[in-house]
């Protein structure tokens, strides 16, 4: 059975860091690539961030700068690192993988971020 994780949410002021963990089992997690992605409320789901399984990132223009998308794959683990938190980053944050011919098929139940003062 395929389990996708997230946690490491919570509620920051603007300016601060979180980070967000996201473990994987029941998969060859190392071999697929990995995507966040955001949904605040009334809006869209929107792409954050994707980490290869060889751990190259890319990155939202939004997110630039900002944030950093790494993985540790002998612990099934990617890693949202988020700095300089703007309230506009409040969301959802999901953590989304699956094979290649497949694409992101699954998905975690989600962490929420809340950055107010």
Avoid: H
Avoid at 76 to 102: F, H, I, R, W
């Amino acid at each position: 059975q395929v389990q996708v994780v997230e946690s490491g949410g919570g509620l920051v002021q603007p300016g601060g860091s979180l980070r967000l963990s996201c473990a994987a089992s029941g998969i060859m997690f190392s071999r697929y690539a990995v995507a966040w992605y955001r949904q605040a409320p009334g809006k869209q789901r929107e792409l954050v961030a994707t980490v290869s399984g060889g751990g190259d990132p890319n990155y939202a223009d939004f997110v630039k700068g900002r944030f950093t998308m790494s993985r540790d794959n002998s612990k099934n683990m990617v890693y949202l690192q988020m700095n300089s938190l703007k309230p506009e980053d409040t969301a959802v944050y999901y953590c989304a993988t699956g094979p290649p011919a497949s694409g992101f098929i699954y998905w975690g139940q989600g962490t929420q971020v809340t950055v107010s003062s």
